[in-house]
């Protein structure tokens, strides 16, 4: 089974298929009068709109609110339509398990999905277990795919750090070089990273000769940059937060116009922050992870200008409505995504309200190949129902003339690895 457009008309698909060649939006009226009930199908949105993640949350809520309207004018979900409650759990994990509580208990949600930040994924998901509460989540900690989650929570929509790093580190070690210096945030995030880079760059030929894990808080960096030894090759970052731009620049002030090592970042370092901004010119010639590239390429699929018109942003990654609002477009997708995977499940599930909710998580597992599509439009995708993680591909751009030109693209299966866990032999 697969995550397409379940149960439309073939008069909507073609529909569907326009919009994608096209990019102009859609005008089909809503009509939800097949549903056994007209009740609407709710949706809990754990939002980052305040803390750390701010700035996700901001793009998050957009992506939502832009793929909501496609799933609305296509018919909703089986012939109901669908509303999304989104909640502020301020980046924190002890309020994160508050949200998920008021989705469960107040709202009676059918499904909860957004949570980004991996403290706070694993901070709510033991009450999303407790509460019989579906919790899909765009997290990329490895969390979920290592088995320390339970059976109702699940990465459906975006890769993990695992899947990512083993994906990249060959090339990071043939191209870039093998002495390497990583600098992470010091919480669940970056050690993921941490934990599976060294072995990865390993297995490449590589070894890390310095960890340096900052706190995610900071606010300078310049006491943590003289830890960086001289024989480093490659300085690997993925910083998260509100100082990720001081971070870049304290980094390009300490080196200065003299000789550096080549530096591979996570696009994480500067989400929401324009790559041609005033202090960033030493990042001419650094390498970048992203999800999803957020400048058009030139090899781009058919469906990515119709994404990017649905979620308002421009060939550069920025708002339509204001060139300075620059979206988190490598990791946003999976918002978007994470939704259709939602309507696929509850309408192969046969889902018609909270007692369906067991019927809804074991949909998801049978699901398997993901086509690229308006429904996937960061590329294709295969999903572990075993491991409840979802595998794609990952993309290395590098930074010329103050953009970022993709160079490389992973092939799907150079970011599997032997399965950890098995969610399908858990109880519910």
Request: hydrophobic share 40%.
């Amino acid at each position: 089974m697969t995550s397409r457009l379940i149960g439309l008309t073939p008069s909507r698909r073609t529909v569907l298929g326009g919009l994608a060649a096209s990019g102009a939006a859609l005008a089909l009226p809503a009509r939800f009068a097949s549903a056994q009930s007209a009740a609407p199908i709710k949706l809990g949105f754990q939002l980052h709109r305040t803390g750390i993640g701010a700035a996700y949350g901001r793009w998050y809520e957009r992506t939502a609110q832009a793929a909501l309207k496609l799933v609305n004018e296509a018919g909703g979900i089986n012939g109901r339509p669908v509303e999304i409650l989104f909640e502020d759990d301020g980046t924190d994990p002890k309020r994160g398990a508050e949200v998920m509580e008021k989705f469960a208990s107040q709202s009676n949600c059918d499904a909860v999905f957004g949570a980004l930040f991996s403290h706070v994924v694993v901070g709510t998901a033991p009450r999303a277990g407790e509460l019989k509460m579906p919790y899909l989540v765009c997290s990329e900690g490895h969390h979920v795919a290592s088995g320390k989650m339970n059976r109702w929570t699940l990465q459906p929509g975006i890769t993990d750090v695992k899947s990512q790093v083993q994906a990249m580190a060959p090339w990071i070690s043939e191209t870039l070089g093998k002495k390497v210096t990583m600098i992470f945030p010091d919480y669940a995030f970056g050690h993921d990273h941490r934990d599976a880079f060294v072995p990865a760059i390993q297995a490449a030929g590589g070894e890390v000769i310095e960890q340096i894990a900052i706190p995610p808080t900071e606010t300078s960096f310049t006491r943590y940059l003289p830890r960086i030894p001289a024989e480093t090759e490659v300085i690997y970052h993925v910083m998260v937060g509100p100082a990720v731009l001081t971070f870049v620049k304290e980094l390009g002030e300490f080196y200065g116009s003299g000789d550096r090592p080549q530096i591979f970042g996570f696009i994480d370092s500067l989400e929401a922050v324009n790559i041609a901004s005033p202090g960033l010119e030493f990042l001419e010639g650094t390498h970048f992870w992203e999800g999803h590239c957020r400048y058009l390429q030139e090899d781009a699929g058919e469906h990515e200008a119709a994404y990017r018109a649905a979620v308002g942003v421009d060939d550069t990654g920025a708002s339509l409505s204001d060139a300075k609002d620059v979206s988190t477009y490598a990791h946003m997708f999976s918002v978007w995504e994470t939704l259709f995977i939602l309507k696929a499940g509850m309408e192969a599930a046969g889902y018609q309200g909270p007692a369906d909710r067991q019927k809804l998580v074991e949909a998801i597992e049978a699901m398997t190949d993901m086509p690229y599509g308006i429904e996937h439009p960061q590329g294709a995708k295969t999903f572990n129902g075993k491991t409840h993680q979802v595998f794609g591909l990952q993309y290395i751009s590098k930074v010329e003339g103050g953009k970022l030109v993709k160079v490389h693209t992973t092939a799907l299966e150079d970011g599997m690895y032997p399965d950890e866990a098995d969610y399908t032999a858990m109880s519910f």
